[in-house]
T-cell receptor, first 115, second 115 residues
Framework: AQSVTQPDIHITVSEGASLELRCNYS??????LFWYVQSPGQGLQLLLK??????LVQGIKGFEAEFKRSQSSFNLRKPSVHWSDAAEYFC?????????????FGTGTRLTIIP | ETGVTQTPRHLVMGMTNKKSLKCEQH?????MYWYKQSAKKPLELMFV???????ENNSVPSRFSPECPNSSHLFLHLHTLQPEDSALYLC??????????????FGEGSWLTVV
């Protein structure tokens, strides 16, 4: 079964600084990978997804993520964070297993932005 | 606005009450989901409906009873809940259940507090 690990529970960065949130997955074949963001009191919003092709994917709000098969990673990056980026970020994986699709989430990384 | 609307946004209920959570999707999707989000735990998939038929029940206690009268509406009926059931309940939808890597769109969630 697939699994997702987000090793950082909480990250604090200064506004304007760069950001990298880590995500490692475990799956026997090529996974489909997602990053979602959850602002306080809100549902989850899709930031970006990787299905195939270019391993560097661009998302909304200036985020990007890079799929590295050799490291089983799908880290999320942003060159310069804004105060509005403070939220919880979830990495998710779905296995390519027809008839038994399951989107598995990590436990999330809470991002705090300081002035 | 994700196209998935949940009501109520907040609900406080006693352990002997009966209440329902409602979800409506305006995306023309065929699959709908209920997830439970508790503090410090990954999102838990509770139920999956595909074309109004329940296709997955992840060992959810019977005090949670889903209903999908049509492909646009999903309910979660609640009765005799426990305080540990207090959580954010997220409804979601996707175009199809069986196509791998379908993007899942989430509602803003219903905050449930059981007293």
């Amino acid at each position: 079964a697939q699994s997702v690990t987000q090793p950082d529970i909480h990250i604090t960065v200064s506004e304007g600084a760069s950001l990298e949130l880590r995500c490692n997955y475990s799956y026997g074949a090529t996974p489909y990978l997602f990053w979602y963001v959850q602002s306080p009191g809100q549902g989850l919003q899709l930031l970006l997804k990787y299905f195939s092709g270019d391993t560097l994917v661009q998302g909304i709000k200036g985020f990007e993520a890079e799929f590295k098969r050799s490291q089983s990673s799908f880290n999320l990056r942003k060159p310069s964070v804004h105060w509005s980026d403070a939220a919880e970020y979830f990495c998710a994986v779905v296995g390519v297993n027809f008839g038994n699709e399951k989107l598995t989430f990590g436990t999330g990384t809470r991002l705090t932005i300081i002035p | 606005e994700t196209g998935v609307t949940q009501t109520p946004r907040h609900l406080v209920m006693g352990m002997t009450n009966k209440k329902s959570l409602k979800c409506e999707q305006h995306l023309g999707h065929n699959a709908m989901y209920w997830y439970k989000q508790s503090a410090k735990k990954p999102l838990e998939l509770m139920f999956v409906y595909s074309l109004e038929e329940r296709v997955e029940n992840n060992s959810v206690p019977s005090r949670f009873s889903p209903e999908c009268p049509n492909s646009s509406h999903l309910f979660l009926h609640l009765h005799t809940l426990q305080p540990e059931d207090s959580a954010l309940y997220l409804c979601a939808s996707s175009q199809d259940r069986q196509v791998p890597g379908n993007t899942i769109y989430f509602g803003e969630g219903s905050w449930l507090t059981v007293v």
